[in-house]
């Protein structure tokens, strides 16, 4: 009987310890769930949550990304690189697009280079030259001073010294003789328009700034942004989390390669320690990775381009992941490593991302038994949570979180028009029900990585957000791992700031 009785109370153990994994109880977290805050714009740059980093910028409009058009005064027609790169380069287009449009690098605040359509750059031998669209990568053959007047007229100059014209052959060629005045007729004189909207990333303010004044500039932002009260108030409000974004230039401090600077990976060490003192946990979120992985400005892409799977720059991923793990792996305030945050649908294809995934959960292995690894889902047409849901619950791993971002804005037209009860109702309906399969399926455990307590409706009361708060913090606490809101602060955006959203009772946790 003895024998028996020992028998079931292992069995009972045994069907609570998978009832409480079923409802997804995550070590370590108080509450059992992560109900957290990302910090974002605090060590990978976002423009638009705080655009003061910018002040001060010489030619401040002309950052690396920045889209460019130029139509020739005496022929009004625009500068154009035939199929979008990899030939010639004529003056000889009525009306400006895609290969009238050209992405800059800047290497001084008057001289730059000029990347078309399909990658190429703009290039010339020197005096008396065609200009092309045919280099792969840029050097003093690729690089233009920009001259400009205070009418949007500019006169551009080859590293040659010899500026640049539009042909009686429709041709732009570097053989203009003599310095060209910004008269009208003059085939050395374009118009420059910027076409699109501009990065505003860590590698604009860096480069943009220079060295110095962008070591001044983010050493002042890294200390004051994000503070240890704030994670005192964070802690006294229920927040167990917080989601830190970095990207990896941090693991190659104190020197990181240009133009980024050093300090941030002091400024994460502060956060650990901090986290440590307040019982608050750590996930590091690799937010910004060598080539970009979504051509966006929290990706610290340099011109929108999406090169992560070119060239070396997976490996390189990977010895980030191998230096963070390395480093943090023990540290007692380490929830978890995401491996990479929102990579771009379709131009990631679900095979390398799975690859990736798995060599990035080996490397954290190496380091903690225990640390969550989180794998973040794809965004833009063609992103299927579910899909790759399944593809990493396959993969037979422990300990691994699938992160999904749920905004009411932005990719889709629907929420263009809805009214405060149909963002509410989409939410309780639409999101809870993809948030449900995702709970019962026997795979990884869900997290909502990123969410916000705002929509594209303008006008809303604070009623009508309260509701909408509420709707979010009932949908994505059910998950399985739990949520954190984006962001901390937002200089620009107060419904984006959970700090405002809780000082002014708009969000109630």
Not at 123 to 130: F, M
Request: net charge negative; hydrophobic share 35%; proline share 4%.
């Amino acid at each position: 009987m003895e024998s028996i009785s020992c028998k079931w109370l292992l069995l009972s153990f045994l069907l609570i310890s998978l009832a409480n994994s079923a409802l997804g109880a995550v070590d370590g977290v108080k509450g059992g769930k992560v109900r957290g805050v990302n910090l974002g714009n605090w060590l990978v740059v976002e423009g638009w949550m705080k655009p003061t980093l910018f002040d001060g910028i010489p030619e401040g409009d002309m950052l690396d990304g920045a889209k460019v058009q130029f139509k020739s005064l005496s022929s009004n027609k625009f500068v154009s690189a035939k199929d979008g790169g990899g030939s010639g380069v004529f003056v000889d287009q009525d009306n400006g697009d895609t290969w009238e449009t050209f992405r800059l690098w800047r290497v001084t605040q008057s001289e730059y280079q000029f990347r078309a359509l399909k990658g190429q750059f703009l290039s010339c031998t020197g005096q008396g030259a065609s200009v092309t669209a045919t280099s792969g990568s840029p050097s003093l053959a690729e690089t233009f001073t920009i001259e400009r007047a205070s009418n949007d007229r500019v006169r551009i100059k080859h590293s040659s010294g010899t500026y640049l014209r539009a042909s009686s052959g429709n041709e732009l060629k570097a053989d203009y003789v003599g310095t060209p005045g910004f008269d009208d007729g003059n085939a050395a004189i374009f118009v420059m328009t910027f076409h699109g909207g501009r990065l505003q990333g860590e590698y604009q303010l860096s480069n943009g700034h220079g060295p110095q004044k962008a070591q001044e500039v983010l050493t002042a932002h890294r200390n004051n942004y994000v503070t240890r009260e704030d994670f005192q108030f964070l802690s006294q409000h229920g927040i167990n989390t917080v989601r830190i974004p970095v990207g990896w230039w941090i693991t190659k401090d104190p020197n990181p390669p240009a133009p980024y600077v050093g300090g941030g990976l002091a400024a994460l060490d502060n956060a650990f320690r901090w986290g440590r003192e307040t019982g608050i946990k750590c996930i590091i979120d690799l937010h910004a990775v060598p080539g970009s992985q979504n051509g966006m400005d929290h990706s610290s892409s340099r011109d929108g381009s999406i090169d992560w799977m070119e060239s070396d720059n997976i490996p390189r991923t990977l010895e980030a992941i191998e230096f963070l793990a390395s480093k943090y792996g023990k540290d007692p305030a380490l929830l978890g490593i995401e491996l990479l945050n929102e990579p771009n649908a379709p131009k990631i294809s679900p095979d390398v991302l799975k690859k990736y995934y798995k060599d990035g959960y080996d490397i954290v292995r190496k380091h903690s038994d225990t640390a969550y690894v989180i794998m973040c889902q794809r965004i833009g047409e063609g992103s299927k949570p579910k899909g790759l849901y399944n593809a990493i619950a396959n993969m037979g791993l422990s300990n691994v979180v699938f992160d999904l971002h749920y905004y009411n804005l932005f990719y889709d037209p629907l929420f263009k028009n809805m009214s405060p009860q149909q963002n509410i109702n989409y939410i309780y309906n639409d999101r809870k029900a993809d948030i449900e399969y995702i709970n019962t399926a026997n795979g990884p455990l869900l997290f909502i990585g990123e969410w916000v307590n705002e929509w594209e409706f303008k006008g809303g009361t604070q009623e009508d957000y309260q509701k909408f708060g509420q709707a979010q913090l009932d949908v994505y606490g059910s998950t399985s791992f739990g949520w954190a809101y984006w962001s901390l602060k937002n200089a620009d955006k107060e419904h984006w700031s959970l700090k405002w959203n809780i000082n002014h009772n708009y969000l109630q946790l």
